[in-house]
């Protein structure tokens, strides 16, 4: 039953037409169809394009995240600092999120764009589950993402791109039948990276995106144990950001006067957990001593 | 068919019609106890929820038709979302929720070709630390409860709420064993008790498989919106065997 067209006045406080018509369990279309002056980058959009040969405008950019699978789950962890070419434009930033209970998003690029985009995938997910009643599948969540990316093409092209790497577990533990059983173990977490063109790219055992991605990578190759636990992972992320920061200027290290260090989001069965940074810090501090005799790690 | 209806009556006839169409289904209680809102609902479907979560401290429960209040339902879902994404989460007040859709039945009712013939309560749970009494307090330091009507009309409840099929046995049930601040295994089992006293062949013992139990949980951080299913509402409704009176609030659970 639709209410256009048959009211006189709507009440001023009431709930919009647009809100009552059926719709599909998806936040961001919602907002599109709805009140698309809400989505991330909308101003952008509508401006006209840059010149050619102009200087693309100085926003902020990260950064290297890297996740890691082991034996019970997945973490993804990334540096704190924000750059505008050679300015440190926020040494405290946070570009790893908790998506939802079993999942999480880390993002690259344009700082201020990649937030927004976070908070709206986030409640992307929170939506549809409270819609349908029943939480979107990992490989659900992986594509929705990816639409969202493709969504924002138009401004990656004008500079202003977001990278996101996804990571998560499947919560409700039910294997997809084209999931190859006897080679991998749904307690493993799952890793997606994606190209600015909205492209999704799962990968296997560790990815890491960013300026500093080909560093922390390196470093991910040899020191990557498939059958490790989660502390000994957590342990290998924080020492391949350690590279990747050794390497890149627009990655942080650890940041042992300030007690800045990387945020750690490590996904298991029970749920995706953001470690404190007292946990962090631990394990920052047990980086650098190992260090101090050893340089290159 | 009357060539003329005079106002009054015409009304009459909607609200007649709203009313019968409500009372024709299963009755919902939803009330405050110790640890936040808890919401009861005779329902023998596993799918068709009568009961929902809208926010993080927000929960809908609704009686009558199920396609008119599952499109309110999801109309207030998305209201929250936007208005949460726009601002921020902890400006999402149930009072502006429940004030919205006070509206917009209200104009259906008005204007529409035929009246929704929904109840709804809107509930928000309070802050952790928010201690329940039967006294007044400012209405952002206080579990609430906003039960609005097929006409649009809106009433703030300080105890309980309870719609749909025939409410006056439930009413009454629930208003003899009601203590303010109860705890949830009472609560439950008072509200399934009071559910079982109305409907064919009462008094009923209803089973978990006919009910839909979730609470708003004022100490679960962000989202307060819990299901109870399965083995724990098996366990809750179980009365302990030292218990010597029903209604009394001091047992553990």
């Not at chain 1, 810090?281 to 790690?297: C, H, L, S, T």
């Not at chain 2, 009357?2 to 299963?26: C, N, V």
């Not at chain 2, 936007?82 to 104009?107: H, K, M």
């Amino acid at each position: 039953m639709t209410v256009d067209g048959q009211v006189g006045r709507w009440p001023v406080s009431a709930i919009p037409a647009a809100y009552m018509r059926p719709g599909n369990g998806s936040f961001t279309e919602f907002l599109t169809a709805a009140e698309p002056h809400l989505l991330p980058g909308h101003g952008a959009r509508q401006s006209v394009p840059a010149l050619a040969g102009a200087a693309p405008i100085a926003v902020p950019h990260g950064t290297t995240i890297v996740a890691v699978t082991c034996q019970d789950g997945v973490v993804i962890a990334g540096d704190r600092r924000a750059t505008m070419g050679n300015i440190i434009a926020q040494r405290d930033i946070e570009k790893v999120f908790v998506a939802d209970t079993h999942s999480a998003i880390g993002i690259a690029g344009t700082a201020g764009l990649a937030v927004e985009l976070v908070r709206l995938f986030r409640l992307e997910l929170e939506h549809y589950e409270k819609i349908e009643g029943i939480r979107l599948s990992l490989d659900g969540k992986a594509n929705r993402l990816a639409t969202m990316i493709r969504g924002n093409l138009g401004m990656a092209m004008q500079g202003l791109a977001v990278v996101p790497l996804f990571a998560g577990i499947e919560s409700d533990q039910v294997p997809d039948p084209a999931f190859d059983v006897a080679r991998r173990d749904p307690r493993r977490g799952r890793i997606f990276s994606y190209d600015v063109a909205g492209g999704k790219y799962e990968e296997h055992d560790y990815y890491a995106v960013g300026s500093g991605s080909t560093f922390a990578r390196s470093a991910l190759k040899k020191r990557y144990d498939s059958a490790a636990d989660v502390p000994t992972a957590v342990r290998a992320a924080v020492e391949a950001l350690y590279d990747a920061a050794d390497d890149d200027s627009a990655t942080g290290g650890p940041d042992l006067t300030r007690r800045i260090f990387p945020v750690v989001v490590a996904i298991t069965v029970d749920g995706a957990v953001r470690w404190s940074d007292d946990e962090v810090g631990v394990v920052a501090e047990a980086v650098v001593a190992g260090r101090m005799v050893n340089p290159g790690g | 068919m009357p060539i003329y209806a005079s106002p009054e009556q015409f009304m009459r006839d909607r609200s007649e019609y709203a009313r019968k169409g409500i009372a024709r289904g299963r009755s919902v209680v939803v009330t405050l106890y110790e640890g936040g809102v808890l919401f009861v609902a005779e329902n023998h479907s596993p799918a068709l929820h009568k009961v929902s979560e809208i926010y993080d401290r927000i929960g809908f429960a609704a009686a009558g038709r199920y396609n008119e209040f599952e499109n309110l339902r999801t109309a207030g879902i998305r209201l929250a979302d936007v208005r949460g994404f726009s601002y921020d989460r902890r400006d999402v007040t149930g009072r502006w929720l429940a004030n919205a859709y006070a509206q917009t039945i209200g104009s259906i009712f008005s204007e529409h070709q035929k009246p929704f013939e929904v109840e709804i309560c809107v509930a928000e749970v309070g802050a952790p630390g928010t201690v329940p009494t039967a006294n007044d307090s400012g209405p952002g330091i206080r579990d609430q409860l906003y039960r609005i009507s097929y006409d649009g009309s809106i009433v703030e409840e300080r105890k309980f709420v309870v719609m749909g099929g025939v409410t006056e046995p439930v009413i009454t049930a629930l208003n003899s064993t009601f203590r303010v601040g109860w705890d949830l295994p009472t609560a439950l089992r008072s509200a399934v008790s009071a559910l079982g006293s109305t409907g064919e062949n009462a008094p009923r013992e209803l089973l978990p498989t006919q009910l839909e139990v979730a609470v708003l949980d004022r100490s679960a951080p962000g989202r307060t919106f819990r299901r109870i299913q399965g083995t724990l509402l098996g366990t809750l409704l179980t009365p302990p065997a030292t218990d010597p009176a029903p209604g009394n609030g001091s047992e553990d659970s």
